[in-house]
Nanobody, 121 residues
């Protein structure tokens, strides 16, 4: 139905930057919100940032002022620019989209496989 592929994770030093990408493909009628969540070991998955098809972005407290989410509707892609990274940002980052695959089906959530971000000196 809808496949999501994340890329851009890796190892970075504290204070560094990374840019995550999420590419959606498959049977897509409409992509509503696109977003990023993260999950650190032993912790619950949390919202990092989300961006609707139109309207303002939304950030989790940990991302405000450091991360920027954007999307390219023509490419069905979303991006997360992460600056001033801290060790506590270490987690698996998951792309999430809310999408309709046909005009008559409801909106449902789709998740990517995740990409590891490690912030360490």
């Amino acid at each position: 139905q809808v496949q999501l592929v994340e890329s851009g994770g890796g190892l970075v030093h504290p204070g560094g930057s990374l840019r995550l990408s999420c590419q959606a493909s498959g049977c897509i009628f409409f992509l509503n919100a696109m977003g990023w969540f993260r999950q650190a070991p032993g912790k619950e998955r949390e919202l990092v940032a989300s961006i609707p098809s139109g309207g303002s972005t939304n950030y989790g407290d940990s991302a405000k002022g450091r991360f920027t989410i954007s999307r390219d509707n023509a490419k069905n892609a979303a991006y997360l620019q992460m600056n001033s990274l801290k060790p506590e940002d270490t987690a698996v980052y998951y792309c999430n989209v809310k999408a309709k695959v046909t005009s008559w089906t409801g909106t449902r959530d789709y998740w990517g496989q995740g990409t590891q971000v490690t912030v360490s000196s």
